[in-house]
């Protein structure tokens, strides 16, 4: 009942090397001689990732021509799979490419209530009128929510900055395609002023990894299904930068200490696979050109993957 989608865009990263973060898991699997990527069958998204070797004129939303592309083949290719009452296990370079992956979700279900669960070290909502930094990939829920977050403007947008970004928030017909209310966070701890003036606007839920321990992990499991109970379907997006640098490796975009444990990761991604209400699933910015382990964070990531495939598979047997 799985895809493996693969997705190597990394054109909207700030550092580059995300693209082979599949490869570098498939490493993984080859050396333990496991076969798992010949287990399921896989379709490619093309990238547009020799944008990277040309500046940008897109300052405040860097490469956002190339990334509609990316958005527009994205969407199509996870609706086509949930038509087809597949499961698309969605494989990523940088996270900009989950909202082409929710724009999908939505256009396979368009009258269905969609949560979303974002387990990222980053809130990952910024617009081109607020990013300090331009990377797009610290913008796909704001796409994803139709939001332009104009009350803490920072940047003055050129028109065909505007139109890209109204063509990445239109994506697959449909905007907004999720609720504010309906987007549970977890382990963010990297913040711009910005977003956390949204977050507390709009009062969205934050489980920190201390509330997690305070709490314990089954307790914070079943809050999160509580609060998003009225949604119909739900898409987890696991950032691998969750989990602490420290404890596993730098081989991430922006990786930030006091994240989740592996161990952590793993629950939270095997227990959500199980849900029936799941209907996709996605790995992000794992990169091994940054990592200080050798190839720590891929065989960290490749771990949780095959866990959180057999709670998936544990769902049509």
Known sequence: MIKIIENKSEIAAGTRGASLGIGAMKVVSQTLQ??????????????????????????????????????NRTC????????????????????????????????????KRLGVIWIDAHADIHTPYTTPSGNIHGMPLSTALNEDNLEAQINQLD????????????????????????????????????EDDYLRRHQIKNYSVNEIRTKGRDNVLTEIQSKLENCDIIYVSFD????D????SKGTGTPVEN??????????????????KTACIEFVEINPCLDDKINKMAETAYSILKKTAEGIKSRFK
């Open 34 to 71: 496991d076969g798992f990527f010949g287990e399921f069958e896989t379709i490619n998204i093309a990238n547009e990732n020799q944008l990277l070797n040309f500046s940008t004129p897109y300052n405040f939303a860097k490469r956002i021509d190339g990334l509609v592309k990316i958005y």
């Open 76 to 111: 199509n290719t996870i609706s086509e799979v949930l038509s087809e009452k597949k499961f698309p296990l969605v494989l990523s370079g940088d996270h900009a490419c989950a909202g082409g992956t929710i724009a999908g979700v939505k256009k396979a279900f368009p009258n």
């Open 159 to 194: 028109d065909k900055t505007i139109k890209y970004w109204n063509d990445l928030k239109q994506t697959g017909g449909i905007a907004p395609k999720i609720n504010v209310n309906d987007i549970i966070y977890i382990s963010v701890r990297d913040t711009e002023k910005p």
């Open 240 to 243: 691998v930068d969750s989990m």
């Open 245 to 248: 640098c420290i404890l596993v």
């Open 259 to 276: 994240g989740l444990s592996p161990d952590e990761a793993n629950f939270f991604l095997t227990e959500f696979a199980k849900w029936n």
